[in-house]
């Protein structure tokens, strides 16, 4: 029972076009929100996140969207860079701020190709 | 520079061997975390520690077990190893207050023969 979903397994773009790279959740109660990239034989690294308080947060080439009504967060990028080409994946946490109990659910991670 | 160090990159172990795997972080950082990584399954927790000598299960932790003994120090341990723990194993620790991002290590890619 994926509490995270990223139903596409990979995406291709053209450098200079945006990429839109989408996540979906079930549970409610997740009211923190974040992308990681991740290289092949590297450990991932965070990009950006967002709360639930807020529906959009930018930094740089990277803005995610979050609809909380239709449990749905979106990922841009733009413009992409050929530098871009890794896994990307959703990640999700809920509760328990007070006494730092906070693990991170993954989602299954898309695959971004930009090409030259 | 924030760091999670993995003692191993790359393990080759039988079936049936017990498995340590170390992983160090230097940020004072309370919350540590293992998670496994397979295609098409992403990132699932295997176990979490909140704080020295605390541990919590997270989704998959049948066949594992860990030790926290000391803050920056998380081990993973196999008890007896088996083809299907062949994975990607990371970890990853975090701050313990407010909402912040969890760091990764470099990953340590697992192989039981």
């Known amino acids: 029972d994926q509490q995270v979903k990223q139903n596409s397994p990979s995406l291709s773009v053209q450098e200079g076009r945006i990429s839109i790279l989408n996540c979906d959740y079930t549970n409610s109660m997740f009211d923190y929100f974040l992308w990681y990239k991740k290289y092949p034989a590297e450990g991932p690294t965070f990009l950006i996140s967002?709360?639930?308080?807020?529906d959009k947060n930018e930094d740089g080439r990277f803005t995610v969207f979050l609809n909380k009504s239709a449990k749905h967060l979106s990922l841009h990028i733009v413009p992409s860079q050929p530098g871009d080409s890794a896994v990307y994946f959703c990640a999700a946490s809920a509760g328990r701020s007070d006494t730092g109990r906070r693990a991170l659910t993954f989602g299954s991670g898309t695959r971004l190709q930009v090409q030259p | 520079d924030v760091k999670v160090t993995q003692s191993s990159r790359y393990l080759v172990k039988r079936t049936g061997e017990k498995v340590f795997l170390e992983c160090v972080q230097d940020?004072?950082?309370?919350?540590m975390f293992w998670y496994r990584q397979d295609p098409g399954l992403g990132l699932r927790l295997i176990y979490f520690s909140y704080d020295v000598k605390m541990k919590e299960k997270g989704d998959i932790p049948e066949g594992y077990s860990v030790s926290r003994e000391k803050k920056e120090r998380f081990s993973l341990i196999l008890e007896s190893a088996s083809t299907n723990q062949t994975s990607m194993y990371l970890c990853?620790?975090?701050?313990?207050?407010?909402?912040?991002?969890?760091?990764f290590g470099q990953g340590t890619r697992l192989t039981v023969v």
């Open positions: 940020m004072d950082h309370e919350n």
């Open positions: 967002i709360s639930s308080i807020k």
């Open positions: 990853a620790s975090s701050a313990p207050r407010g909402v912040t991002e969890a760091f």
